[in-house]
């Protein structure tokens, strides 16, 4: 399996909409190291890396949800950087809850 990895910013109504845990559920699904995180006004950061044709899969059930508003997404494919062994959520400043898994 040749490794690839994908930086998506993703804008719109993702926010305190359960979103990040979309993301981070079908990434677990699709066995995708990485990890979802919120930026400043409406958009969050996902960066994602693993078998090209899951990553295309997770990517295809974003753009096609149909829950969740999203409004813009940038997608940049850069090289694995096999720092994650799993994807997890970031915690943010000033988030009260805890988001690790």
């Known amino acids: 399996m040749e490794c690839v990895a994908y930086t998506m910013i993703i804008c719109g109504e993702v926010k ?7 993301i981070w559920g079908l990434a ?3 066995n995708l190291s990485g990890y979802v995180r919120n930026l400043p006004d409406n958009c969050i950061e996902v960066y994602v890396e693993g078998d090209h044709q899951k990553i ?3 990517k295809s059930k974003v753009l096609n949800n149909r829950i969740y508003n999203v409004e813009d997404i940038k997608i940049t494919k850069s090289e694995c950087r096999y720092l994650y062994k799993d994807f997890v959520i970031l915690k943010c400043v000033g988030e009260s809850e805890e988001f690790y898994w």
């Open 56 to 58: 295309e899969e997770l």
């Open 28 to 30: 677990k699904r699709l």
């Open 16 to 22: 305190r909409v359960g979103f990040r845990r979309f």
